[in-house]
Every structure is written in structure tokens, then in C-alpha cells.
T-cell receptor, first 114, second 113 residues
């Protein structure tokens, strides 16, 4: 299993440009999430999905769109990039057992917006 | 909203020393997760605690959750350079199938050989 894969690994955008961060998992997990990580703030949840066709907002959703057409893929779209979106983005997939669940994280995408 | 605080913010120890990282919540925790992150990489799951007073160990790392389920500690015994990285605690907000998850700001650990 490849686990959770993310592309690209690095990206530089100019203000106003749009792009899609790709995330795929091959573990057949129902749940997938996008986080951003900023210095001193830990990881913050952007959007998440509990299954194909179902998405919901997390803590910091503004400026981002997601869709979940398949179980495997969960792309994150930046509609009009802003310098405030410079961050490291992590995708995660998870499964639940009983009342607990375990998350697996991708390697991250480091995004710089100039 | 639930917030997690971690202390210390950073830690530098000599190889072989013991250390403790703390994670404190403003609300009762439904599930407390510890992750380790190496620079430029994703997070690696270490362990999860759910019951008050629970304690788990893996190799030289022990995590505890207090009886009130508002504080957790991560203890590393006889630290090694391989333990270096950022340690993050995360908590399940207890709703929405466990997908609404929050993280602490992280503790950066350096281990000097």
C-alpha cells in the first residue's frame, strides 16, 4: 500500500492564481481530511469528508473548496490564492473502530503564495 | 471550542536523559492522540488514550491521561537522537464521527548526542 499520497510536494503561486492540491489513499478509508500547519499553531482542520459525496467544513475553510467523488481521492482547491494561505498542507485518511479512530497522514505539500 | 495547549514549546536534552511533554485541554477529552512529526514529513501516530487514568507504552515512550481526562503527558525514557522531532497532541471533539479534530501547537524536541 502506498498509504496517503499528496502532490505536488512543493508549489509557488502568485496572488490570485488558483490550483488544486491532490490527495489519494489506497486503504479504502471512509474518512479524509485536509489540514494546514502554520508555525506555533499546530494543525488546523480545513475540510473533511466522511465518505464519497459528503464533505463538511472544519475550523478554517475560507478560500478552499473540496469534493469527494470517489473513496480514494480528496482534492483541495484554492480558488484565488492569497499570501495568508502560505502554509504546509496535510491530507489524512482515517478509519474508525469502536469509538476510536486512527489517522494516517500524507507527507505534506509546502505552498508559498507571493 | 476546544483548545489544546502543550508545554514546553521546545526542549533540548542530552542523549540518555528522560523528558516529559504535557498536553492540557480546556474541556474533557473524548480521545487524546499523540503524534510525532519529523521536519518536512507527515505525522506518525504514536498512541491513543481514551479512559481516565489510562497509560500506554511503546518502546521507551509512555503516555498517560489523567483521571479528569483533561491532561496528558508523554514521557520518553533514556532519550536518543531518533526521538528528535515535533510531538503533537490531538483530540477528538466527540462529534461528527470523530472527524472534527484539533491539535496542540506542538513541542519541538532536540536530542544532543
Amino acid at each position: 500500500n502506498a498509504g496517503v499520497t499528496q502532490t505536488p510536494k512543493f508549489q509557488v503561486l502568485k496572488t490570485g492564481q488558483s490550483m488544486t492540491l491532490q490527495c489519494a489513499q489506497d486503504m479504502n478509508h471512509e474518512y479524509m481530511s485536509w489540514y494546514r500547519q502554520d508555525p506555533g499553531m499546530g494543525l488546523r482542520l480545513i475540510h473533511y469528508s466522511v465518505g464519497a459525496g459528503i464533505t463538511d467544513q472544519g475550523e478554517v475553510p475560507n478560500g478552499y473548496n473540496v469534493s469527494r467523488s470517489t473513496t480514494e481521492d480528496f482534492p483541495l482547491r484554492l480558488l484565488s490564492a492569497a499570501p495568508s494561505q502560505t502554509s504546509v498542507y496535510f491530507c489524512a485518511s482515517s478509519y474508525s473502530y469502536g469509538s476510536t479512530y486512527e489517522q494516517y497522514f500524507g507527507p505534506g505539500t509546502r505552498l508559498t503564495v507571493t | 471550542s476546544q483548545e489544546l495547549e502543550q508545554s514546553p514549546q521546545s526542549l533540548i536534552v542530552q542523549e540518555g536523559k528522560n523528558l516529559t511533554i504535557n498536553c492540557t485541554s480546556s474541556k474533557t477529552l473524548y480521545g487524546l492522540y499523540w503524534y510525532k512529526q519529523k521536519y518536512g514529513e507527515g505525522l506518525i501516530f504514536l498512541m491513543m488514550l481514551q479512559k481516565g487514568g489510562e497509560e500506554k507504552s511503546h518502546e521507551k515512550i509512555t503516555a498517560k491521561l489523567d483521571e479528569k481526562k483533561q491532561q496528558s503527558s508523554l514521557h520518553i525514557t533514556a532519550s536518543q537522537p531518533s526521538h528528535a522531532g515535533i510531538y503533537l497532541c490531538g483530540a477528538d471533539k466527540g462529534d461528527n464521527y470523530g472527524q472534527n479534530f484539533v491539535f496542540g501547537p506542538g513541542t519541538r524536541l532536540s536530542v544532543l548526542p
